[in-house]
């Protein structure tokens, strides 16, 4: 049976009450709930599973270290993902330069599978060439589907940036993804 949002965060409440009395399986739960959620995003964020991973531990190392600055008044999924997005804004933060993509090596693609693996390496591509305020906008909203107040929550900012961000990077997603087809 699937958990209403309600019952969910009640039972991360309790989880993190049981983690702060040393409650090791406690903290399993919590890791295993949030754990690839927090690297989807990451990985979305970063267009680098190795960075995507580094960045998931840090955060649940953080998150852990932290707990006893968790307000429960709050929604714990909405601090993790804090968490995950500013930690992977600093791991972008901290790459010297980026690494040029290698060109395409010439070979068509003649299948579906082939185009829509083109397609979706494509999309990444154009994500990743946004700025990072736009592209957490983008996979808080489309890859990880929070909602406008949800994503307002994670970045600290008023609803009404979310949905400016939100549209400008959508303009720009869209602009690099036509000037990428040609």
Request: aromatic share 8%; net charge neutral.
């Amino acid at each position: 049976m699937k958990e209403t949002p309600l019952a969910t965060d009640e039972h991360d409440r309790a989880l993190v009450r049981r983690c702060l009395e040393d409650d090791r399986d406690a903290a399993g739960t919590l890791v295993d709930r949030y754990q690839q959620r927090l690297f989807n995003v990451a990985l979305r964020m970063l267009g680098n599973a190795q960075d995507a991973e580094d960045v998931t531990q840090t955060v649940f190392f953080h998150a852990f270290d932290k707990l006893r600055t968790y307000d429960p008044t709050y929604r714990f999924f909405s601090w993790i993902y804090r968490m995950t997005v500013n930690e992977s804004l600093n791991a972008l933060k901290r790459r010297k330069q980026s690494v040029p993509l290698e060109d395409d090596l010439g070979i068509p693609a003649p299948g579906a599978a082939d185009r829509a693996a083109e397609t979706e390496d494509r999309v990444g591509r154009a994500l990743l060439a946004l700025k990072p305020d736009d592209r957490a906008v983008v996979v808080l909203k489309h890859f990880v589907s929070f909602s406008y107040q949800e994503i307002a929550d994670v970045l600290e900012i008023p609803v009404q940036t979310v949905k400016s961000r939100l549209f400008t990077a959508r303009e720009r997603l869209r602009a690099a993804l036509l000037d990428g087809g040609r």
